[in-house]
Structure formats: C-alpha cells, structure tokens
C-alpha cells in the first residue's frame, strides 16, 4: 500500500495548524504511520497462515480464524489512518477556497489566507470534531470486535463444520499485544491533543469576542 497521499496531505495540513495540531500531525506520522509500516504490517503479514488448529476438518481453520478476526487488525488500523486524517482535507480545501478566491478577484482579501479565523475557524474545529468522533468510533469497533483490547494465545472454537470443540493458536501473541497497546495508547492521545486543541481555539476566540465587545463599548 502507498502511503504518499497520507504523508503529502499532513505535510500539507501542518502549515495551517495550531502547535497542538502540529504535535498531532508530528505522533500520527511518526508514531502511528511509521510504526506501522516498519513492523506491525510485517508482524501482522501472515497472520491467516500462522493461525493453526489442532484438527486438520477442511474448512474447519478459515471458518474459525473467520469468527474470531471478522476483519483484519492490520486493514483495521490501515483505514483507521486514513479516514482520521481526511477531515485535514475540509481545512486544505477551505484555504485553497480562499487562494482561489482572490485569485478570480485580483485582489487581497485576506492578510493570511492560512490565518485559522473567521469561516477557516468553524471549518477548522468541525475537523477536530469529527477527528475526535472517527477516533473514538474506531477504538469501540475494535473493542467490540475483538471482544476487548487483548489477543489470546489459544482460543476455542466449536463452528461447523469443525466436529467437536477444538483449540486454535494464535501466533506472537505477547509481540501483537504490545503493539496493540501501543497503537490503542497512541490513538488515546490523538484524542486527548485533538480535544486540547478544541478547547484551546474555542477559549482564545472567545477572550478575542470578549474583548472586542469590551472595546466597542468603551468607544
């Protein structure tokens, strides 16, 4: 998989983000992206083959590996990346809107077409919401899918067409843990910076309103 368009888009988005949002783009590359790519896309790479039962039932082992991973981890975290970094694009597209804009009218319309403030604003914190929102939906389907954030060394399966309950190993369980606790860990402060960033915007254009208010009716 190529990931150019990802690493194009966040560069692109940290030109127009805050410090908080440049701290956030900086651990999705290189704490998430990299991560992934460097090693757990090669732990997770034979995951299907690795996965054995102790009963040799054709049909039995893929119905069983089947149930207990309905979607691959590795495909999970792959389209978790990219549709957390996509709402980026409504910031890239509203200022590209603006370039385009003075552009057609051959003139400056704005100081900074950059600068996060008057509709750059609102379109910047519905991106943060709907950061946050992807990333928490993501970490629930996971738990919900796996049945929490663990990965078992056996696990019993008794589906047709496998005849009797039989055991199924799970391979580098304790390497795929780790990792798992890492990129869970790391999507939790995703969050966390993402509903900083929220909070910090919302407090310093409030107090700009405020004072602004505050000077016209002393004018």
Known sequence: MSWVFLRDLLSGVNKYSTGIGRIWVA??????LLVYVAAAESIWKHEHDEFECNIKQPGCENVCFDHFFPVSHIRLWALQLIIVSTPS?????????????????NQKLYKNPGKIDGGLLYTYLISLILKTGLEIVFLVLFYKLYNGFKIP???????????????????????????LYFLVATSCLCIVLNLSELSYLIFKYSIKCYLKRHMKKQQ
């Open 27 to 32: 651990i999705l590359f290189m704490f998430r």
């Open 89 to 105: 694009l409504l910031v890239v597209f509203h200022v590209a809107y603006r370039e385009n804009r003075e552009k057609h009218h």
């Open 153 to 179: 060394r056996l696990v019993k399966c008794d589906i047709k067409p496998c005849p009797n309950t039989v055991d199924c190993y799970i391979s580098k369980p304790t390497e795929k843990m780790i990792f």
